[in-house]
């Protein structure tokens, strides 16, 4: 007798709904937007069709060197040596699932698997999952303080008004609710097995320094590869602008949790660029320019070597 096929628990199914749901509605979205602004989008393409070659090809150098360097700062948060090589096939597998799942949740599965399957408990692998990503928030507030203090008057800090006062109130509401939630005493012993990780860490300074530096090379690597598509399109950009408006954007569309920042980081970079004085055209073009290397020619590759590690049982 055969054994009755598992069934999946509802709570997982309801998720996966939900996760399809709003895949769904971003990329209805994306498309009502396309057939909206097609012309500007169209003058893009074209002036990208004719940027110069020698500055894309070093873009798309510094995109493949974001994956090392993503690599790099995930073996710096953990304390025993992981193989390189299914490591960096990892980032790659985890850069594609990102873009199929809501921002974050496909990275971190596919490293949170990757990590087990090394013989890290659950536990630990969850926890250098945010070790690298606390690093990698630091590293960015820090690069926008310097790159905001070399170009000063890019960032705008808005005028203190009833609302900021509001939304500053809410969040002082929803920590104090949380600090006295029932949950809060796990959720303080998740935190103190992270600052204990993070201590054990910087216990070894060669993790320490692939940790902080893999983090600072993956920021800078994504801000060369859209200074690099700048110059292409020969924009008058300077490049420490063009990676403040960068790192700014990206980490506001960070709040929107859309798959890959699909639509999200897409409209941040378009407004962060022509605040700056730029054509919608030429932002359009850079913005295409920066997708293309960083999302839709690794996508298909991303996606085979994410399939060859399953079939491998390395995730």
């Known amino acids: ?7 999946t628990p509802a709570p997982t199914r309801k998720r996966a709904y939900w996760q399809a749901a709003l895949t769904l509605a971003v990329l209805v979205t994306v498309v009502c937007l396309v057939r909206r602004h097609w012309p500007v989008l169209a ?9 110069d070659q020698g500055w894309m090809l070093v873009a798309a150098t510094a995109a493949l060197g974001t994956w090392v360097s993503s690599a790099l700062a995930q073996q710096g948060a953990v304390p ?6 299914r490591l960096v096939a990892a980032q790659l597998a985890a850069s594609a699932a990102n873009h199929v799942l809501p921002a974050g949740l496909g990275a971190g599965a596919v490293n949170l698997r990757f990590l087990m399957r090394c013989g890290l408990p659950v536990g630990r692998s969850a926890s250098a999952l945010a070790v690298k990503a606390t690093a990698g928030v630091v590293v960015r507030i820090v690069l926008i303080g310097v790159l905001a203090a070399v170009c000063p008057g890019v960032l705008r800090v808005p005028p203190v008004s009833a609302g900021v006062l509001g939304a500053v109130l809410a969040v002082v509401v929803l920590v104090t609710v949380l600090l006295n939630c029932p949950l809060w005493p796990r959720c303080r012993r998740a935190l103190g097995t992270v600052l204990g990780d993070i201590r054990a860490v910087h216990a070894r300074p060669h993790r320490a320094v692939a940790l902080w530096g893999g983090s ?3 920021a800078a690597l994504h801000s ?16 420490a602008r063009v990676a403040l408006l960068y790192l700014a954007a990206s980490s506001a569309a960070a709040l929107l949790p859309t798959p890959g920042g699909i639509g999200s980081l897409d409209a941040a970079l378009v407004f962060a660029l022509t605040e700056s004085g730029t054509t919608a055209s030429a932002a359009a073009s850079v913005v295409i320019g920066y997708r293309l290397l960083t999302v839709w020619l ?4 991303g996606l085979l070597v994410l399939g060859m590690l399953v079939r491998r049982k390395s995730l």
């Open 1 to 7: 007798m055969t054994a009755p096929p598992a069934l």
């Open 43 to 51: 003058s893009g393409a074209g002036r990208l069709a004719a940027a």
């Open 80 to 85: 025993q040596r992981l193989p390189g090589g």
């Open 216 to 218: 600072l090379a993956f």
């Open 224 to 239: 060369l590869v859209l200074i690099c598509v700048t110059q292409a399109v020969e924009l008058p950009l300077s490049p």
């Open 298 to 301: 690794p996508l298909v590759p």
